[in-house]
């Protein structure tokens, strides 16, 4: 096992161009900045390299909680994607550092959809639980970004490529933002409306900070005759993209300053150089469901889902949470905590 710096991590990551945004450097320097301790470790065998970048978070008593997002990372030999995924000599090293920590459990969030190396094989490998708390979507849509832009407009819902023109006719321009504390504003409006709650303003600014000059983000603002209307954060890495934080005013709605500005991310997202667009979150079941049930909800994230589903993207369904325990008694009491909270939801 080597321990490697955010320099060296950075170099592994370059030879996996894949690897989820979740598992960059710039991510675990974020996380770092509130409250969070990142370790980056290679694992390296004759069958090829393995490599994930963990989160540790301190709580009461010396113990912690280990949180490995949208890994671990395969890299550095022809084939080995299809190393088995919980190689033993790299779940072992893992296992030590968690140990050294005093971590209470490791929650593991694998960057894989179900099927021949998702959630069967994790149901299947001794020493992980079925999580009872997702941390990131289990679910999400994720748009095809390739070809020419009519394609892209072409593969999307007639309604959806109508509300772009619409906002674009009324007047809604969409540009390139620095101003994170107007951002910010937007974010505290919407989360009173709908309901959930949203990161501070030190963490979208740092967000800024760390991935913008680098390239790797950009602050888009909706703006109808200068008052701002939306806004959104979209990440690239490698040749993905990610829409991960979004926020819309109460006022001039009806003027579509959303689709527009998903419409501009998009194509942010292309000149990146990336080829798919990760809508990021919808109602976690499954597309019968939802498309049955769409029209008639719209709790939770079902108004999303109504609105992200008009991009012509495709369902993707993650491999899940899963959780791998060292403190059992303590693991049992989060548990029976999880239980409780659930029940008074």
């Known amino acids: 096992m080597t321990i490697l710096s955010l320099t060296e991590w950075n170099k592994f990551l370059s030879n996996h161009p894949d690897a989820h945004l979740l598992q960059s450097p710039t991510w675990g320097e974020l ?31 010396g113990l912690s909680f280990a949180y490995l997002p949208k890994g671990p990372v395969f890299s550095g030999r022809p084939g080995n994607k299809n190393l088995p995924l919980l190689q033993e000599a790299f779940w072992s090293e893992v296992d030590l550092i968690c140990r050294k920590r005093r971590a209470v459990f490791l929650s593991v969030e694998p960057d894989e959809t179900p099927g021949e190396n998702g959630g069967e094989k994790w149901e299947s490998s001794e020493g992980f639980n079925v999580s009872p708390l997702a941390i990131q979507p289990r679910r999400t849509i994720i748009v095809d970004v390739g070809g020419e832009e009519e394609q892209i407009l072409g593969r999307m819902k007639q309604k959806t490529r109508y509300n772009i023109r619409l906002a674009e006719k009324k007047g809604v321009v969409v540009h390139p933002s620095s ?20 990161h501070s303003l030190d963490y979208y600014q740092r967000a800024y900070d760390l991935f913008h000059p680098l390239g790797k983000c950009e602050l888009l603002l909706a703006e109808f005759k200068g008052e701002p209307l939306a806004g959104l954060f979209v ?111």
């Not at 990142?38 to 994930?52: F, H, M, P, Y």
């Not at 101003?179 to 949203?198: C, P, W, Y």
């Not at 491999?319 to 791998?324: F, I, M, P, T, V």
Request: charged content about 25%.
């Open 31 to 61: 996380k770092s900045a509130f409250g969070w301790e990142a370790v980056r470790l290679v694992v390296e065998s004759d069958k090829g390299v393995i490599g994930a970048q963990i989160l540790f978070r301190r709580l009461p008593i």
């Open 235 to 345: 990440f690239s890495w490698g040749q993905r993209s990610w829409y991960l934080y979004g926020a819309s005013a109460s006022l001039h709605r009806n003027l579509m300053p959303t689709y527009l500005l998903q419409w501009e991310a998009i194509k942010w997202a292309r000149a990146a150089g990336c080829s798919q667009y990760d809508l990021w979150g919808i109602p976690d079941y499954d597309q019968e469901i939802l498309e049955a049930e769409f029209r008639n909800r719209s709790d939770g994230l079902w108004g999303i889902y109504r609105f992200k589903r008009g991009f012509g993207g495709r369902l993707c369904q993650s491999a899940g949470s899963w959780d791998r325990v060292y403190q059992p008694l303590l693991y049992n009491l989060y548990l029976r905590w999880m239980k409780m909270r659930g029940t008074e939801d």
């Open 179 to 198: 101003d994170i504390e107007q951002f910010f504003k937007l974010m505290q409006a919407t989360g009173e409306r709908d309901e959930f709650g949203v």
